[in-house]
């Protein structure tokens, strides 16, 4: 069975940082794909930060620069490091299998 448990978020000021972790297991986490998706109130979700299996990387325009995806392979974690962050960033974070399986979400909240 698929599962990916995500921690960290919270409420952090405007120019604050955050780290997220997604744990995941019943994967062989070292050869797939993962990304970070993101769903403010109102909005549709969206692709936030990929990182392939061989640690390539590729992010949103919107967070280029702040925030940072990352893979530690021996402990089957995603994390993504969220750098100057900004209201428009509040959301909830997922994430995500290359396969579509999904994290529960996790709430960040930043205050201007």
């Known amino acids: 069975q698929v599962q990916l448990v995500q921690s960290g978020g919270g409420l952090v000021q405007a120019g604050g940082s955050l780290r997220l972790s997604c744990t995941t297991s019943g994967i062989i986490f070292r050869l797939i794909n993962m990304d970070w998706y993101r769903q403010a109130p109102g909005k549709q979700r969206e692709l936030v930060a990929q990182i392939t299996n061989v640690g390539y990387t590729n992010y949103a325009d919107s967070v280029k620069g702040r925030f940072t995806i990352s893979r530690d392979n021996a402990k089957n974690t995603l994390y993504l490091q969220m750098d100057n962050l900004k209201p428009e960033d509040t959301a909830v974070y997922y994430c995500?299998?290359?396969?579509?399986?999904w994290g529960q979400g996790t709430q960040v909240t930043v205050s201007s």
């Open positions: 995500r299998t290359g396969a579509g399986n």
